[in-house]
C-alpha cells in the first residue's frame, strides 16, 4: 500500500494544518484505518466494513500539540433504504 510506505512508517507528516480527504474503495479502507491508527500507538479496532454498505465514513482528526494525537470516529450519512429500482426520466 503507499500510504504505508510513503506516509505511515514515516516520521515526517508534512500537513499539520490542512484537512485531507481521502477516499477509497471501502474494504481497503478498513486497512488504511488500521495503518494510521498503528502510526499512532492507538489500540482502537477497526470495524469490519459490509461490501453493500455505502453509507459509512470514517474519519481521523490529528491533534499536533506537542505528541500528536488521532482521534478516530465512524460515522454513516444514515440514507435509510436505497430503492433497487432506478428512477424513470422525466418526460418532458
Not at 515526517?12 to 471501502?26: F, G, L, N, P, R
Not at 482528526?61 to 450519512?77: C, D, G, H, M, Q
Amino acid at each position: 500500500m503507499i500510504l504505508e510506505r510513503n506516509y505511515a512508517s514515516d516520521n515526517k507528516w508534512a500537513s499539520h494544518k490542512d484537512t485531507i480527504y481521502v477516499v477509497w474503495e471501502h474494504l481497503n479502507l478498513v486497512e488504511f484505518a488500521e495503518i494510521v491508527l498503528k502510526r499512532f500507538n492507538d489500540p482502537t479496532p477497526v470495524p469490519q466494513w459490509l461490501n453493500s454498505d455505502y453509507e459509512t465514513f470514517y474519519v481521523f482528526r490529528i491533534n499536533w500539540v506537542k505528541t500528536p494525537a488521532l482521534k478516530f470516529e465512524v460515522r454513516s450519512e444514515n440514507l435509510g433504504p436505497i430503492s433497487e429500482k432506478c428512477p424513470q426520466p422525466s418526460k418532458p
